[in-house]
């Protein structure tokens, strides 16, 4: 305090205004002070919160660490312990459960009978799973039995029913006919396809004679049991078609469909399949594989060809055609090396004389497509002929080319397609394609396996499993519905003496004769 009032003197201001300087200055240091003690707290606050979320993740870290190691030590007892199967407790006189059986009946489907009895053994297997697997016998009578109920298993009333019938033949006189069915109101929306998944098996009906009685026999039978369809689609065969009238009933129309698959092929090959040219052509073809399917030229050999419904399958054929006459104009295609100049003539310079031919052929097989490729997104309705009428024209713009061939060809299928519709009223819609009937028979060849050319068997009654994904309750359904004594009986009933079965005495009389 001295050393203030000593110090005064030196101040030009006065004592007030000095200490009021003074007083203010302290003031403000103490306004700091506080606020650095505010700030200290709350830095304490904030250090106290973060030491507890440390101390936090520290305990979580610790206790996932737990967990992890908890983990492993898991993992290495599952490795150690063989798999195990869900639980699938055998369905009654049974020895397997509906989960496996339905396993079993859509690997058939996709595989067959003995190859999925083998991939089930590799699986569990490779799994190191020791348990009895079903016997591909086992497999075989499960989708006998399934394929039964399958055929008895009731339909919805409705009158909007389409029929799909056709007949299918391996060897021998033998037939079988089958029917498939779908309601109108089912059919998939315009520009997608019908799935097979979608159609019902009505009927599979094997025999040995197929003339229009015994055709209605078979249509009356059906409608009998499900009533009768709004429309009967068919190949056109006189037997299916003609035996049509025992379906029709006062009030009720029946509408007569062909297939455009068969109508188009029919078509083509009134066209061209009756010329020498085309015959010429084929009988060339023929030649030409047998004479470079061992050479060097072997990747240029030409499709095999169907005897049966050929001018439906001749695409490939053309194609082939046409590859070949490319590479008959570009010698230094990646294609020819190593082959001659003379040895691609010697063997395949007689294309070129088709070369117009091809074109005009190829032309006609472009519209059957486009064609068949509208009525299987589209069905057939009022007006489908004026629509396929505008493709067939942004079509030939496209192509830029018209033939006398390809020009008559799309005449007549819009004609067809015409005279198809005006037998539906306006508003309906119905399909005009047996694809799905064709891809039917095609499974059960696949299903057949080697046997598919030694005649039908007892298998057939297996034909309606392979349209359905089977799952356990399903199964469990269908095999309450259908006992092995019935199985039997349907196949008795159904089945006359197959050609097997005639193959294999004939020989066991050969061998009682002591001949051999």
């Known amino acids: 305090m001295s050393l203030l009032f000593n110090s005064i003197g030196q101040y030009s201001s006065d004592l007030y205004e000095v200490a009021r300087c003074l007083l203010r200055s302290r003031n403000r240091q103490a306004q700091r002070a506080d606020t650095q003690r505010q700030v200290i707290c709350e830095l304490r606050l904030e250090n106290e919160q973060l030491t507890k ?35 699938d407790l055998p369905l009654p006189h049974h020895s397997f459960g509906p989960k496996m059986i339905s396993l079993c009946l859509n690997l058939s489907n996709r595989l067959g009978f003995r190859p999925a009895e083998t991939a089930l053994r590799v699986i569990f297997d490779w799994l190191g799973i020791e348990t009895r697997l079903p016997s591909h016998d086992s497999i075989r009578s499960w989708s006998l039995r399934a394929g039964i109920a399958n055929l008895q298993q009731p339909v919805a009333a409705a009158d909007d029913w389409i029929w799909m019938a056709d007949h299918s033949n391996q060897i021998g006189t033998e037939k079988v006919l089958q029917i498939l069915g779908i309601r109108a109101a089912d059919l998939p929306e315009p520009g997608q396809t019908l799935p097979l998944k979608a159609m019902h098996v009505l009927a599979v009906v094997p025999g040995e004679n197929w003339k229009r009685e015994d055709v209605r026999r078979e249509y009356k039978k059906l409608a009998q049991r499900i ?4 429309y009967l689609l068919t190949d056109g065969a006189v037997e299916l078609r003609d035996s049509a009238d025992v379906l029709e009933k006062p009030g009720q129309k029946l509408t007569l469909l062909r297939d455009m698959k068969h109508v188009a092929a029919n078509i083509f090959e009134n066209q061209i399949g009756k010329s020498d040219r085309f015959a010429e052509f084929l009988s060339r073809l023929g030649r030409t594989r047998s004479a470079i399917q061992q050479t060097e030229l072997s990747h240029f050999t030409p499709p095999a060809q169907k005897p049966k419904a050929r001018f439906m399958n001749l695409g490939p054929t053309l194609r082939w055609g046409m590859m070949v006459s490319h590479h008959l104009s570009h010698s230094r295609s990646v294609s020819r090396q190593g082959i ?30 486009t064609s068949l490729k509208f009525i299987n997104t589209q ?23 018209q033939c006398e061939l390809s020009t008559t060809m799309r005449e007549k299928l819009i004609e067809f397609v015409k005279t198809s519709e005006s037998e539906l009223e306006p508003g309906e819609r119905a399909w005009q394609s047996t694809e799905n009937l064709e891809s039917a028979f095609g499974l059960f060849k696949r299903l057949e396996g080697q046997h598919s050319k030694g005649g039908f068997t007892s298998l057939v009654a297996a034909m309606p499993t392979l349209l359905t994904e089977w799952t356990p309750k399903l199964v469990r359904e269908s095999l309450q519905a259908t006992s092995v004594k019935q199985m039997k009986q349907w196949l008795q009933n159904n089945l006359t003496t197959t050609l097997t079965a005639k193959r294999t005495t004939a020989y066991r009389e050969f061998a009682a004769a002591g001949s051999g």
């Not at 610790?62 to 195990?84: F, G, I, K, V, Y």
């Not at 691609?344 to 097989?365: H, I, S």
């Not at 007006?383 to 192509?399: I, K, M, P, S, V």
Request: aromatic content about 6%; charged content about 25%.
């Open 340 to 369: 001659t100049a003379q040895r691609m003539n010697d063997k395949l310079g007689w294309v070129r004389q088709f070369r117009d031919e091809l074109g005009a052929w190829n032309r006609c097989q472009q519209v059957m497509q």
């Open 53 to 87: 979320r440390l101390q936090t993740a520290h305990e979580k870290f610790d206790h996932s660490q737990q967990l992890l190691l908890q983990e492993q030590q898991e993992n290495q007892l599952l490795r150690q312990q063989p798999a195990t199967l869900s639980i």
């Open 379 to 401: 069905g057939i309705y009022r007006g489908a002929a004026a629509e396929l009428e505008q493709l067939f024209a942004a079509q030939t713009r496209e192509q830029g080319q």
């Open 227 to 230: 009533g009768a369809p709004r």
